[in-house]
């Protein structure tokens, strides 16, 4: 039986994993399992005023300057912070005890680190935490005797299949979708529209993460972050093809049993289970897994097709700051297909150039990660765009 009460901080309250985690807050039958200590929110002020108003926390942090004065004047009594400071401002709470970072980018990174620093579990939804600073960032978990427990559906299954006992694992293996253009060619691929990329079969997701998702970038980053996040050599982390998205991960113990997480797909668990490990808590349910009828095909990843995630193994096995060159391009490159100024082609081949061109620093300080980071970004945003018109 539970008798404490969590604080809880959620950064990026306003996004998808943000709203979910809400969701999952009101679905718990305990409703004395966690206070929202404080909430974030980069710019949707008309749904973070509603938020606030129902969980009601004491410190919240806005995008801006202008949003913070906006919250202020309808909140005389809450404490309102800004921007990137006002994230770590929130971090550094030593009440809290689990922070979810929600946020997408780098942004998550410093404040993941504060709230580390305070003893502070974390559920983390935030790939470019671990891929740009895996090292740093784990190395200041077992330092503190911190949690870091992960809110992709992947990794969940993961932690979920191992029930966190990694030191028994032979392997691991992720499950992906393969996306709109599993059963394309190459050259189609080469040439499709935005729109045809965001496509995707199975899964409702932003823009971005659906481009990732078409080239299977999207899991070339999960397989950084499973190394760091399960302390296994990338030689054991295999990645299959599985495009019904029933099985999430599996993992494969030292004994050769094989344990795999299934379910239909729902971010709401692996959300719940992230906050309330090692236990399970009654709550959201989702529809239940119906064995009957059910079909579950697996087969290789074509790298000829999906040339993104061979880049994000080598990135993974370079280390240092290789990894932070492929997150920086990649993402800059997969704005500029979706504003139609490349082609999907061009995301690949631009990623591979900069990575090649890279001098890598081994054991790099979160200062010259930021900075490759920044350079890499300038870099690929500079750069000459093929002139390809496509449709959003």
């Not at 994993?17 to 809400?22: A, K, S, V």
């Not at 504060?114 to 077992?142: F, Q, Y």
């Not at 990329?197 to 481009?211: D, E, F, S, V, Y």
Request: aromatic share 6%; hydrophobic share 35%.
């Amino acid at each position: 039986m539970h008798t404490t009460t969590k604080n809880l901080a959620i950064l990026g309250s306003t996004g998808s994993i943000g709203t979910q985690t809400l969701e999952v807050l009101e679905g718990l039958n305990n409703k004395d399992l966690f206070n929202v200590q404080s909430m974030s929110c980069g710019g949707n002020i008309e749904l973070f005023v509603n938020q606030i108003k129902k969980f009601r926390p004491e410190r919240v942090c806005v995008g801006t300057q202008e949003g913070a004065r906006e919250i202020k004047s309808i909140f005389k009594n809450l404490e309102v912070f800004y921007g990137e400071e006002g994230l770590i401002e929130l971090a550094d709470d030593k009440t809290l005890d689990i922070m979810l970072t929600g946020t997408s980018g780098y942004v998550g990174l410093k404040p993941t680190l504060k709230a580390i620093s305070n003893g502070v579990d974390i559920a983390l939804a935030n790939k470019e935490t671990l891929v740009m600073a895996g090292n740093i960032v784990t190395a200041a978990a077992r330092k503190n005797s911190v949690n870091i427990l992960p809110v992709d559906s992947e990794h969940s299954a993961i932690l979920q299949s191992s029930n966190g006992k990694y030191e028994l694992l032979n392997k691991i293996i992720i499950t992906a979708s393969g996306g709109p253009f599993l059963h394309r060619s190459p050259d189609e691929i080469k040439n499709c529209t935005a729109a045809d990329a965001l496509k995707h079969p199975r899964w409702n997701m932003g823009k971005k993460i659906t481009i990732d998702s078409a080239t299977l970038m999207n899991k070339g980053l999960e397989v950084i972050e499973a190394h760091h996040l399960f302390n296994l050599p990338y030689e054991k982390i295999e990645v299959v093809i599985h495009p019904e998205s029933l099985v999430h991960s599996a993992v494969e113990f030292k004994d050769g049993s094989t344990v795999a997480q299934i379910g239909v797909p729902s971010m709401h668990i692996p959300i719940q289970y992230a906050l309330t490990y090692p236990n399970r808590e009654t709550g959201i349910k989702s529809n239940s897994f119906n064995f009957v009828g059910q079909t579950l095909t697996f087969e290789k990843p074509d790298f000829e097709k999906f040339p993104c995630l061979k880049l994000a193994f080598e990135a993974g096995k370079t280390g240092g700051t290789m990894p932070v060159v492929l997150n920086a391009a990649n993402e800059i490159s997969v704005h500029k297909f979706l504003k139609g100024e490349i082609g999907m082609g061009d995301i690949f081949k631009t990623v591979q150039k900069e990575m090649e061109n890279h001098k890598v620093i081994q054991n790099p300080t979160l200062d010259e990660i930021f900075e490759v980071d920044k350079e890499t970004r300038n870099r690929v945003s500079n750069a000459p765009c093929s002139g390809r018109l496509q449709s959003n």
